[in-house]
């Protein structure tokens, strides 16, 4: 039995495939390739809160503690060799949260830490030479799977395109026509588009076609969602 598939038993994963890799979909806004051993976390965003109060406007600190706590869960329980940011890691110009992260960071063990920078890395090239993570220019690749922040225009076939910065939420109607709109993974083709791990983020609605997937992410559990009527 696969450590996907064992996990699968004691909490809420689903697993999906493409040519031949398993793919864990977490409800922690995540993705764990198991034979890659590395965890893939788009648009965390961490920061954005002292950058909002930078511009006066008063959002409280303490909105990015519920990331960490699941940045430290998932490490615990997957032990990843390296751990992927695809993007917007943190929110723009430095301030001392990226100490903190920092800090953080490197007290989750021996994960390798990357960057692949995203339109909201824009800290100095200095900042990111003191920092635990090594830093990638997009596209990057790691077996068959090509990691970016924003989605390629071209993929090779055989190679999957798991990429960030859309946030991207679905809305699920009712019979009653109540909806919700919800954070999910989307997959068209051999393109995968993560939802944005980071609390203080919106999102922007999906609107799939026939053949493509949607996993809506609802109270701690990933739930596949057919195109059609469910989807508003």
């Not at 430290?72 to 929110?91: I, S, V």
């Amino acid at each position: 039995m696969s450590e996907v598939e064992n996990l699968t038993q004691q909490r809420s994963i689903f697993s999906s495939e493409f040519e031949g890799i398993s793919l864990g979909l977490l409800p922690e806004r995540a993705l764990w390739i198991e034979s890659l051993n590395s965890l893939l976390i788009a648009d965390l965003h961490f920061g954005k809160a002292a950058h909002f109060r930078k511009s006066g406007i008063p959002i409280p600190e303490p909105i990015h503690d519920f990331d960490l706590v699941r940045l430290q869960k998932l490490h615990q329980e997957f032990r990843p060799a390296h751990t992927y940011f695809l993007g917007d890691l943190f929110h723009s110009d430095w301030n001392e949260q990226w100490t903190y992260l920092n800090q953080f960071l490197a007290g989750l063990g021996d994960t390798q830490f990357h960057l692949i920078l995203g339109n909201h890395d824009v800290l100095s090239a200095e900042a990111y030479q003191q920092s635990v993570l090594r830093i990638h220019k997009e596209p990057f690749e790691i077996g068959p799977v090509v990691l970016s922040h924003e989605p390629l225009k071209k993929v090779n076939d055989g190679q999957l395109n798991v990429f960030g910065h859309i946030h991207p939420g679905v809305r699920l109607v009712g019979k009653a026509r109540q909806s919700v709109m919800l954070p999910c993974f989307f997959q068209s083709q051999n393109q995968l588009l993560l939802p944005a791990f980071g609390n203080f983020t919106g999102l922007a609605l999906v609107r799939p076609e026939k053949q493509d997937k949607v996993w809506a992410i609802a109270n701690e559990k990933i739930i596949p969602v057919l195109s059609g009527t469910s989807i508003g």
